[in-house]
């Protein structure tokens, strides 16, 4: 089994863990990967987990998401990365700025669910189905191949990137951009201006890295191309063409102390 870096105990240390008083000096690198030693992460999380293969309604690592956080009548998210969200909505709040959950975990078949109905659009009629799966992952993952999958990653508020451009969705995205960080979020589909590939922009996804960072170095040892082209969905075997693996799960940005060193 490949060793890579990640963390010793990824679910048991929050980011921020004296909440706001220690704000200043919070930051990604109380966390880093690289502070630790070298450790298998292959067996971490099983491998249909990774694929959203699981109900995290019933899993104990998973947590319900309060009804007053979000728009959803039943999301999950799982504790360590729920817990870290509780108190950068704490701190948020605290500025004036009113944070909302639209989505959070997002299983295999919750994923579908959005997949099919896409693929199904009436605007696709007579379309191969190598464009039209490259055109829902604009904004939409494959099901295997989305990070709401991994119980990390949530959507705020809205999901239009013109609603961060002005008034309250300016506000919040300035305050998510300075502040984010202490708490361990980040915004993994950013503007692509460094070369990143995959999905476009999304202003509203944000990415419990703690977790996730470590997540994707096990996603990238466990999972094989073959497990995405294979999945029971419509046009899963465009998966390989469309790079989907490397494009896409991995076409991702990430502060330095998250980014791949060794390969
Ligand atoms: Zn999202």
Request: one cysteine or more.
């Amino acid at each position: 089994m490949t060793l890579l870096w990640g963390c010793a105990e990824p679910a048991a240390q929050p980011a921020v863990e004296s909440g706001l008083h220690d704000r200043a000096s919070a930051e990604f690198t109380h966390t880093s990967p690289s502070e630790h030693s070298q450790l298998e992460v292959g067996d971490r999380w099983p491998k249909h987990e990774l694929l959203g293969q699981f109900d995290p309604s019933v899993h104990p690592d998973f947590e319900r998401v309060p009804v007053t956080w979000t728009d959803k009548d039943n999301i999950y998210l799982r504790t360590e990365a729920l817990s870290a969200y509780g108190r950068m909505r704490t701190a948020a709040a605290e500025d004036g700025v009113q944070l909302l959950i639209r989505s959070a975990t997002r299983n295999f078949e919750y994923q579908r669910g959005i997949w099919e109905r896409k693929w199904s659009r009436p605007q696709y009629m007579g379309w191969q189905a190598v464009d039209k799966a490259r055109d829902i992952l604009t904004y939409s993952a494959m099901p295997g191949a989305s990070r709401h999958h991994w119980g990390t990653d949530i959507d705020l508020n809205s999901f239009e990137n013109d609603w961060f451009e002005s008034g309250e969705g300016e506000v919040i995205y300035a305050w998510l951009n300075a502040h984010a960080r202490d708490f361990g979020f980040h915004q993994v589909y950013d503007d692509k201006s460094t070369g990143r590939t995959g999905y476009e922009m999304e202003r509203w996804h944000w990415s419990y890295l703690p977790i996730a960072g470590p997540m994707l170095i096990s996603f990238n040892a466990l999972i094989s191309p073959d497990d995405l082209r294979q999945g029971d969905f419509s046009g899963a075997n465009t998966a390989d063409g469309l790079k989907v693996f490397t494009d896409f799960v991995n076409g991702v940005d990430l502060p330095p102390a998250y980014r791949k060193t060794d390969r």
